[in-house]
């Protein structure tokens, strides 16, 4: 049966090292095994391809649930995989099938961003404080730097000019199914959001500088 993931990364790191200026830094800190969760700037539609491309092991995304609705679309995704989430509300379905990726093992990349920002760092959903404070898994901060000019589907299967890819450090949280204050949400979100500031430009980092 056909892997879809390592095609579509074989095709996509082509692309990047015929296209683009391609570099990657750090990535003998992703852990060959054990669950973990890449944390990421987020400027681009390629964005996602790029963490698939660097990471030695098959990585999980979310994708809004509005583009699950084209069936082949969601085939796709799927295949490659990406699972669904609802967007601005709490989406129970998605957390349980984070936390069943991570208790299997695997690897999980999620933008705390929310959304696309147009190269300067947004201010991070506290969503990723919950998942990482419930599961205790290994984080992995990436700073992804150059795709702001590789915006749409030409960005993803034509990427141009320097991109750098940097992975950070590994870090947890200690395990816990307590409920958080909004301080200590607070506190956990900005040293995730921190981490990933330190791998990116100053110019880069809005708020996190």
Avoid at 41 to 48: I, L, S
Avoid at 61 to 72: C, D, G, W
Avoid at 139 to 158: D, M, R, W, Y
Avoid at 186 to 195: F, Q, R, T, V
């Amino acid at each position: 049966m056909l892997d879809l993931n390592k095609i579509c990364n074989f095709i996509q790191l082509k692309s990047l090292n015929t296209f683009a200026d391609f570099h990657i830094k750090g990535i003998n800190n992703i852990p060959i095994h054990g669950p973990l969760i890449f944390v990421a700037n987020h400027q681009a539609y390629v964005d996602p391809s790029l963490i698939s491309v660097i990471s030695p092991r098959k990585v999980n995304f979310v994708a809004k649930s509005e583009v699950f609705k084209f069936l082949p679309v969601a085939i796709f995704l799927k295949s490659y995989g990406a699972h669904p989430i609802k967007r601005n509300r709490l989406d129970l379905n998605f957390f349980r099938w984070a936390i069943k990726i991570l208790n299997k093992g695997e690897a999980l990349c999620l933008f705390p961003e929310g959304t696309r920002s147009d190269g300067v760092l947004k201010r991070g959903l506290p969503g990723i404080v919950h998942l990482a404070v419930r599961t205790g898994v290994n984080i992995i901060p990436v700073g992804i730097e150059g795709t702001n000019k590789n915006q749409g589907a030409s960005g993803v299967l034509f990427p141009t000019g320097k991109i750098i890819v940097k992975v950070g450090k590994a870090f947890k949280f200690e395990k816990s199914n307590e409920s958080l204050n909004r301080d200590t949400v607070d506190a956990i979100l900005d040293k995730i959001m921190n981490n990933i500031a330190e791998l990116i430009p100053s110019d880069m980092r809005g708020i996190y500088k």
